[in-house]
């Protein structure tokens, strides 16, 4: 597995090595000791969810505050999204930034989101099945939602319609009045 830390250094797309042949292909999507080798972290992995979203659907920016706030381990297994990380943790010189990562079937990519990083994507495919390792439970009273079309953050969104989006998403809140991590 490679690993590299994109422009915010926190966040690391991870591309494994994979093993094909005409019967189909085999990789290992998740090794504890090669993500701590790689990542130079030590994170317990406590609950894996999935998702499957249509075309055009948005999910995020979300994130949970402490003291449960959560890190990502996020891939695809079935389409194509557009994946993007916030750094909002008001103490890093990269507050405020944020970066993006196609993640597909096809390459099977992986991004960690670390804790700090309001988290979303956009589903480019027909379909997406997304699915995610997070380093705490969810827990809804500390969720909050940054909207995903903010200016100040200026996610630059590689779609040409508006987005379809949850009610909750349609609430997300401006970034310079969104909770934030010191």
């Known amino acids: 597995m490679q690993a590299t830390r994109l422009s915010i250094p926190d966040v690391i797309l991870f591309t494994p ?16 000791q090669r993500f701590e080798e790689l990542t130079g972290l030590k ?30 381990l996020v891939r695809v ?16 010189p990269t507050f405020g930034q944020w970066v993006g990562a196609t993640l597909s079937a096809e390459n099977k990519q992986q991004l960690w989101i670390p804790e700090g990083f309001a988290h979303g994507f956009v ?18 009273e500390f969720e909050r939602c940054i909207a995903w079309d903010d200016g100040e953050i200026g996610v630059v969104w590689p779609f040409q319609q508006a987005p379809r989006l949850s009610e909750k998403d349609l609430q997300g ?6 909770e934030v991590f010191v």
Request: no cysteine.
């Open 123 to 140: 589903t480019m495919s027909d379909t997406a099945e997304f699915l995610y390792k997070t380093t705490d439970y969810y827990a809804p």
């Open 17 to 32: 090595k994979v093993f094909g042949d005409e019967r189909g292909f085999f990789f290992e999507s998740f090794n504890q």
């Open 173 to 178: 809140l401006s970034f310079n009045v969104s």
């Open 77 to 92: 297994v079935q389409g194509e999204v557009f994946d993007v990380a916030v750094d909002i943790r008001k103490s890093s």
């Open 43 to 72: 994170r317990e992995f406590v609950q894996d969810n999935h998702s499957k979203s249509q075309q055009g659907v948005l999910r995020g920016l979300h994130y949970q505050l402490p003291p449960k706030a959560q890190g990502k």
